[in-house]
């Protein structure tokens, strides 16, 4: 099936849940959903035996300018039928929180820590969000566009980039 | 009496430690020498590659994906460089693309080379581990007549070649190719049917294909469970649609499908293959062209972004960029196989011995620079 | 040989004052400092031994800088060992750790005393030498708990309990095999047992082929119990493919991580002292010790001549497969020929029996036993000791009754 039509199936099933599809811009097109419920969408698109979206190639946050909205983007693949399909979510940068697919897709366990460890994304329902890259007690979240370190770390200077 | 109170051991292999492929940390909870639960703890190599690039044109990236997934660093910045040639829509020229498959498949050979010797050093042979390297200095010396170094290349740019073979490469790599067969053979007598080997490997560590595709697992250590994804297959890219090679798939000839010895085999058996394919590329290469004449003059991606996947010799490595139109990228995001392949190992490692355990994590063959990043 | 010694001494004019009982003591001295010495010198010729030989397994060299040839090599190894600083861990136990790798060394050194080199070459000729031998050995195991608890290391204790458990089960195959040697010489002798080989006579007694009278022709089930005690003895003294106790790939040393310098160097020493025990052992028990495999000059002739015949198809065979030639078996077998038949002074000297045999036939078993070490990937625990308890222990006994049945088939004995 093609990412159009997929897209049109979710819209049918989850009405405002699906807010907008992407085609420009982007190599892969995207479905721009809620985050709330993505964890219900992934779940319908892995059953779903016209879907059957078995593998998530990729999650990833993404932080576009520093002052607008969080994302997190998945690239999802399906094995069997060999068809692709995007869904982006925004989030509020102040309070992100996303629904968590880690218990549909295992591999997003790790995937979310990463993104809860560069971003700060809260991923509601993950079994054990904690950073996984950095160290448990860092301060910030480096990926984000406005990201400034701290002076110290335990102690050590952290040198500033000139 | 009370009942015995025996308690669980909390075991670690520290970050240094001579059999975890880098500096990985594994926390482990032992009764006795049976595992139950393994929790890795990563991110001791993490270098904030994804904010370098943030920072970084696009063409300076090229060196920074090699010191990822150092092992395979000629894999590392192909996907890369194809990555941003899609987003940009650059055709290349037909030699660069049949150099560009020849150095793919041998560093795929290299880096095969040390996760079997690797393998073998795990369970204690030492001497196939030698013999491995032994093979790999050839390649390496191909690498470093094409490119000047041996490990990490800054060789294929976005658009071609930082240079173009030098003559008396194509003779060499017949050279090697003729000799490499029979050094298969040799690992197979002395590994891969040595009765001790197989009772180290065999039905250690079974991966169901359930486990392999919702963990995310991809590669060799998929294909050893059986399940028939190789993204030269599934998504060609480049030219490998016109190659002829098999995909090596586990098939339990010495034990259960998904077993240890099936991933240590597939891989094995890969070598070959991709022996295969180079033969083929170095007869196809066409004589004529410049491997730097579809190279940009300035490196700006229209606005978007792309996904874009290609099979390392770990698994699925890909490439999530972001642009703004600018010629520095506003996302680089690396998705690493071996990120993914190192998260099975508690779902896959419990129950077995603290021995099975270091088997295990040598068969899935992970690389802790491209974990980190 | 210790009242040779003093015998010796007493014959000199100036000393032959001395009360009888002071010369006996200096010549114990001695005698036990030149066991002492051998040991040492043994493993610096085997670390050398060991590395060239890996290497050239390896397709490398090996040392090479140190001297020709890389033989100073493990003279500057040790010398680095001894200047290193002496590191006890903060909560480590004191005692154990300083006494532990001691322990070890003195039960491996120890049982030399026992030890026939040659048929006059020999400290302590003791009618129960193979019991002193076997037991006096395995009090290596205390050492090794000592050393793994006293490190106060998790991974250390790991190392030291597999290593307990793997050398306690791998005795009892090893002293069965041995038991069914005893049983047919009658006496637990070592200098006997050597004795007893003497001669040429049939292979297993009835096929007309001529062959020395060692024990691993006497009989199947001899020949049988030769591997089945090569096999237990590599497992007791923790070498690949047994060598989980020391896996480098996983507890980093096992019981001798926490151990450094002088320490390290001492565990070194015991591991190829056992080595050289063990190698001593199979050699005494199974391939005649220090007799001659020819039994007179005629026989050394014949002998080499077939030796070179068989070098000569060797190189054939390795021409054919690596298109190189190799030439040191058969033109070491062809001069020695040569030398045979040319000289017969020289056939009666290589016919005669002593030390040279039996340190050939002992290097003979230390070079297979580095040949598993660079061939073999390691067993694991349950494997192990599965290989103990399931496969050699049965074997062994089996081997036991069979030796009995073939002697009173032979005739040897009668019931």
Redesign the interface.
Known sequence: MTEQEIYADLSKKFGDKVIEFME?????PTAVVDPASVAKMVTYLKDDERFQF?????L?G????GESELSV?Y?LFS?EL?HYI?LKTFTSRAEPKVASVANI???A???EREAFD?YGINFEGHPDLK?????DDWEGY??RKDYVPAEFYRGMRIEKVK | MGRLHAEEMVLNMGPQHPSTHGVLRLKLRTDGEIVSHIEPVIGYLHRSFEKHAENLEYQMITPFTGRCDYLAAMGSEHGYAMAVEKMMGIELPERVEYLRVIFAELQRIASHLVAVGAFGLDVGAITPFIYCFRERELILDLFEMASGARLLYNYIWIGGLAHDVPPGFVEKTYEFLDNFDKRVAEYNQILTGNKIFIERAADIGVMTPEVALTYGVTGPSLRGSGVNIDIRRTEPYSIYDRFDFDVPLGQGLQGTIGDSWDRYYVRVLEMTESAKIVRQALDQLPVEGDVKSAIPRRIRPPKGEIYFRSENPRGELGYYIVSNGKNVPVRLKMRSPAFSNLSVINEIGQGWMISDVIAILGSLDIVLGEIDR | MIQLLANWILSFDILSGMASSVAWGLSLFIVAALIFVFVALNAIVLVYFERKVSAFMQVRLGPMRVGKFGTLQTVADALKLLQKEDIIPRMADKVLFVVGPWVILIASVVTFAAIPFSDTLLAANMNIGLFYVVSISSIVVLGIVMSGWASNNKWSLYGAMRSAAQIISYEIPVGITLIAVVAVVGSLNLQTIIEAQGGTGNLFHWIPIPLPNWFIFHSPFLFLAAFVYLIGATAEINRTPFDIPEAESELVAGFMTEFSGLRWALFFLSEYANATLVAFLVAIVFLGGWQSPFADYEGTQIGFSIITIVALMWSFFVRTKTGRLSVYPLGLSLIITIAAWLFPGFAIWMASPGIFWMLMKVGSIIFMLMWFRWTFPRLRVDQLMYVSWKVLLPLSLINLMGVAVWMWLTGEIQF
């Open positions: 420009e811009g982007t190599q892969n078995d593998s998530l190639m990729n990833a993404h932080d576009a300018d983007i690239h094995t060999k995007t897709h295992r591999t366990d790790w995937h560069l950073r996984i890259l950095l160290e480096p990926l």
